[in-house]
T-cell receptor, first 116, second 114 residues
Framework: EADIYQTPRYLVIGTGKKITLECSQT?????MYWYQQDPGMELHLIHY???????EKGDLSSESTVSRIRTEHFPLTLESARPSHTSQYLC???????????????FGEGSRLTVL | GQQVMQIPQYQHVQEGEDFTTYCNSS?????IQWYKQRPGGHPVFLIQ?????EVKKQKRLTFQFGEAKKNSSLHITATQTTDVGTYFC??????????????FGKGTKLSVIP
């Protein structure tokens, strides 16, 4: 079983609130990712990180921001939540790999966000 | 950029019937991965294929990687209700500055009628 944890699992908040979704892994993986997934739909990469102090934007534009101050921790923040941010956010990690070998992804259980 | 197309989008089968989902890429893939996501759950890694023409089996699941490394398939023999879920293929897509990230197909949602 993968050792990657997300909190909160479920969050219902009002418009304009600031929220932080937490993600931690204990596998020592350098690479970490955030995917956004609407129910029953495909996964969209919104952020990724190669390691400490490294963050990159993914294929899908997102108003969220991320930080990577510690290897094991990769939180995602929305400064001002809106109903359009309602979705499931999945955190994942993988071992460092070279070139086109992206490595197996280990996913957390996800954070389901509802913005009213 | 890299696109991974997956068909069908939905598949309903009677328990005991076979099931196949297909994945096609617009470019040659160095490798392809398959994931399963149960309803309400998170994606779980199933397998990675690397070699041209590679075939791998996991019990009732058979995974194939095309000779040209542009397509792949997942075949389930004699489906069971435990097979219910969405199956995703994913291939590395170039994201700039020498970096590759996984691009997921839209998935095939499998329903099994008991």
């Amino acid at each position: 079983e993968a050792d990657i944890y997300q909190t909160p699992r479920y969050l219902v908040i009002g418009t304009g609130k600031k929220i932080t979704l937490e993600c931690s892994q204990t596998m020592g993986h350098d690479k970490m990712y955030w995917y956004q997934q609407d129910p029953g739909m495909e996964l969209h990469l919104i952020h990724y990180s190669y390691g400490v102090n490294s963050t990159e934007k993914g294929d899908l534009s997102s108003e969220s921001t991320v930080s990577r101050i510690r290897t094991e921790h990769f939180p995602l923040t929305l400064e001002s939540a809106r109903p359009s941010h309602t979705s499931q956010y999945l955190c994942a990690s993988s071992e460092e790999s070279g070139g086109k070998n992206t490595g197996e992804l280990f996913f957390g259980e996800g954070s389901r966000l509802t913005v009213l | 950029g890299q696109q991974v197309m997956q068909i069908p989008q939905y598949q309903h089968v009677q328990e005991g019937e076979d099931f196949t989902t297909y994945c096609n890429s617009s470019t040659t893939l160095s490798n392809i991965q398959w994931y399963k996501q149960r309803p309400g759950g998170h994606p779980v890694f199933l397998i990675q294929l690397v070699k041209s023409g590679e075939v791998k089996k996991q019990k009732r699941l058979t995974f194939q990687f095309g000779e040209a490394k542009k397509n792949s398939s997942l075949h389930i023999t004699a489906t069971q209700t435990t097979d219910v879920g969405t199956y995703f293929c994913a291939g590395p897509g170039y994201s700039g500055a020498g970096s590759y990230q996984l691009t997921f197909g839209k998935g095939t949602k499998l329903s099994v009628i008991p």
